[in-house]
């Protein structure tokens, strides 16, 4: 059983930052490969990040490229998201999860509301 905490969010104006965390904890030997995730009202929940085991690969939707930076800290089992240069359009409830193969249960998020 993993468990799963999303920590971070919060309000922020147009063009601010914010740096969410991933702690997971449980029945786990190694972190595999990660993404964060996000869901705003009304639409299906989509990726926006995601890094390999390793840390040494990263991949992003357009949408977030060049705002949006995924790491991780293995030593802790802590994955991270930095977003810079938020939108409007970003506000939404923000997951991580694992990358590839069965999802474990979903942490309860942390929401990130981009407004002026």
């Known amino acids: 059983q993993v468990r799963l905490v999303e920590s971070g969010g919060g309000l922020v104006q147009p063009g601010g930052s914010l740096r969410l965390s991933c702690a997971a904890s449980g029945s786990i030997f190694s972190i595999p490969a990660m993404g964060w995730y996000r869901q705003a009202p009304g639409k299906q929940r989509e990726l926006v990040a995601r890094i390999n085991s390793g840390g040494t690969y990263t991949n992003y939707p357009d949408s977030v490229k060049g705002r949006f930076t995924i790491s991780r800290d293995n030593a802790k089992n802590t994955v991270y998201l930095q977003m810079n240069s938020l939108k409007p359009e970003d506000t939404a409830v923000y997951f991580c999860?694992?990358?590839?193969?069965?999802?474990?249960?979903w942490g309860q998020g942390t929401q990130v509301t981009v407004s002026s």
């Open positions: 999860n694992r990358f590839g193969g069965l999802p474990w249960d």
